[in-house]
């Protein structure tokens, strides 16, 4: 990756397109807090109910099992939810494609290129962003069909661009976009 300073002296091939697109990738969650804890509490009153059966027969370790039971679920649920805190951006503006990546602790990554040379394209079921032979990889927590509408979406905004026109970032038409 050049730097932008030796970016700008190699312009003379860069259209003049106006506008932005900005395109905002969030992992899909299909459970909200409230469904969490109800589930989290039907989770808890069946192993509660299971464990006190299992205590009035006499096998009372079990009990503890169900406990560990419960205890796992809810960690596992956690650890779930964090994950699905992380997001990526790209953005097409001013002759550069830039790459975020945010991290459910807050750190970020960028990568930023020149957009002419940019390629989006999907190869061995991963979204890839390409530039002069280097490969990003994109949406790695999307689904097929939702690597497929973003790899359209990003690749008509890249000829957009590459052919001067006026770029617009799309509206949100499913859950991973914003």
């Known amino acids: 990756m050049r730097e932008r300073a030796e970016m700008e002296e190699d312009d003379s091939m860069q259209p003049d397109a106006a506008g932005e697109f900005s395109l905002s990738l969030h992992p899909n969650r299909s459970l909200s807090q409230s469904g969490f804890v109800i ?8 192993s509660f109910v299971s464990g006190m059966v299992f205590l009035s027969m006499g096998a009372w370790p079990v009990f503890g099992f169900f406990g560990l039971d419960v205890l796992l679920i809810y960690i596992a649920f956690r650890l779930n939810f964090r994950a699905a805190q992380r997001y990526e951006t790209i953005r097409i503006a001013q002759d550069y494609l830039t790459i975020t990546r945010m991290a459910p602790d ?3 990554v960028v ?3 020149e957009a002419y ?11 890839l962003i390409t530039n002069r032979g ?20 990003i690749a008509a ?3 957009t661009y590459r052919k001067g026109g006026l770029l617009h970032s799309p509206s949100p038409s499913t859950s991973i976009i914003s």
């Not at 589930?39 to 069946?46: I, S």
């Not at 040379?117 to 979204?127: E, H």
């Open 117 to 127: 040379w940019a390629r989006a394209m999907i190869t061995g079921g991963q979204l």
């Open 157 to 159: 905004a890249l000829d």
């Open 39 to 46: 589930l989290m509490g039907a989770v808890a009153l069946v």
């Open 134 to 153: 280097r490969a990003y990889e994109v949406g790695n927590f999307l689904g097929e069909d939702e690597k497929l509408e973003v790899q359209e979406m």
């Open 106 to 108: 807050g750190r970020s």
């Open 111 to 113: 990568e930023e290129f």
